[in-house]
């Protein structure tokens, strides 16, 4: 069996930034998934917004480092949700759990949206390492 999902895409709100009992770090991105297909003799952007959880380290550097609007490359595995909704109607969704997070250069700027080249925060050591790999708990 193989699940592996790569998407680039633009998040759509700030990172949320939570623990779980054990105390593991846990994000949950939005991110908009822009594409271009042809129907008839016309182009259309169709656009998907999915959801990304993501664990760990990256977790916390992903809410320290991204907001909305930023670009993000997510390698992860698609997973399904299920659950019975109070109306007894049985409900699903399909999300993204995160395995790697590339942070993207915003147009006209660095991967953090400075024009200027000035340091996030205002200081050298702040910048994050341009990769993260952090393999989700379970």
Do not use: H
């Amino acid at each position: 069996m193989f699940n592996k999902i790569i998407l680039v895409g633009n998040l759509t709100r700030d990172p949320e930034l939570r623990y779980t009992p054990q105390g593991l770090p846990v994000s949950n991105l939005s991110l908009a998934v822009k594409s271009r297909v042809k129907q008839g003799e016309e182009w259309k952007d169709e656009v998907l917004f999915i959801d990304v959880s993501v664990f760990g380290k990256t977790a916390e550097n992903c809410c320290e480092y991204l907001s909305k609007g930023a670009g993000a490359l997510v390698e992860g595995r698609l997973r399904e949700r299920k659950w019975d909704a109070p109306d007894g109607q049985k409900k699903s969704k399909c999300d993204v759990v995160a395995q790697n997070v590339k942070f993207l250069p915003k147009r006209g700027g660095d991967a953090y949206g400075r024009r200027d080249g000035s340091q996030a925060g205002g200081g050298g050591d702040s910048m994050p390492p341009d990769d993260f790999t952090d393999l989700e708990p379970f």
